[in-house]
């Protein structure tokens, strides 16, 4: 009865705040990570206002949809963008997600028809202007 509650719990959470952390990979820009069938989080940090982030060598093993999110772990109030961009070069550009120091918020969803390698590009959208920006990217299958 208890694990039941606790497993309607969780879901009724990871519906309210859009995306919820399951199994976490972490990662640094040399290291290979699969999405599928765990999730992928890693920290980052923007230098300046126009200076994008790549993260590299990340890669979806299956057929689906995957969802992007960011959580602000700098100065409140930093905004993020995610661009997924696959082996061929095509992007798909997500929105600026809204800032949270608690929840990942969802920039992007993307659906990928088979398993492939691909990288995501994050834009600093807006926020206080203090810099390094820095956010945590958590990758959902």
């Known amino acids: 009865m208890i694990k039941h509650r606790f497993a309607k719990g969780a879901l009724t959470l990871a519906t309210v705040i859009g995306l919820a952390a399951g199994p976490a990979t972490a990662g640094g820009a040399a290291d290979a990570s699969a999405v599928k069938p765990h999730s992928v989080q890693r920290n980052f940090s923007i230098p300046a206002p126009n200076i994008v982030v790549i993260q590299k060598n990340l890669f979806f093993n299956g057929r689906g949809t ?35 120091k608690q929840t990942f918020q969802e920039s992007l969803r993307v659906f990928i028809p088979s398993k492939r390698s691909f990288k995501v590009r994050i834009r600093w959208c807006s926020g206080p202007g203090i810099f390094p920006a820095g956010g945590q990217m958590l990758i959902l299958p």
């Open 66 to 100: 995957i969802r992007i999110g960011f959580r602000d772990i700098g100065v409140p109030g930093d905004r993020f963008r995610a661009t997924y961009i696959d082996g061929a070069g095509s992007a798909i550009t997500g929105r600026c997600a809204v800032s949270s």
